[in-house]
């Protein structure tokens, strides 16, 4: 079956770095282009930044450019982000998604938080 597996969420404090990562299996992960979306209470989910299978990058979103990379590693089914400088408005549940023509799969999520 299909699977995204989001880790490396938590607490940190502002100014501070995570790494998520996204664990990928039941599909041809190279041939699907990844996102993360994040969504923060009381507000609707928003694409944040996207790879495409060839690897081209996309940001969505003005206030995490220069902060949020995403990277892949094909040999490793596994999607990257890299969220630097960390302020309390990134505070939400991240979201790691597959897409390719139609199909759209998703992962769980996973809460970040960023306080004092």
């Known amino acids: 079956q299909v699977q995204l597996v989001e880790s490396g969420g938590g607490l940190v404090q502002p100014g501070g770095s995570l790494r998520l990562s996204c664990a990928a299996s039941?599909?041809?992960?190279?041939?699907?282009?990844m996102n993360w979306f994040r969504q923060a209470p009381g507000k609707e989910r928003e694409l944040v930044i996207g790879?495409?299978?060839?690897?081209?990058?996309?940001t969505y979103v003005d206030s995490v450019k220069g902060r949020f990379t995403i990277s892949r590693d094909n040999a490793k089914n596994t999607v990257y982000l890299q969220m630097n400088s960390l302020k309390p408005e990134d505070t939400a549940v991240y979201y790691c998604?597959?897409?390719?023509?139609?199909?759209?799969?998703w992962g769980q999520g996973t809460q970040v938080t960023v306080s004092s």
């Open positions: 039941g599909f041809t992960f190279s041939s699907y282009a």
């Open positions: 790879i495409t299978s060839a690897g081209s990058t996309g």
């Open positions: 998604n597959a897409a390719r023509a139609w199909i759209r799969y």
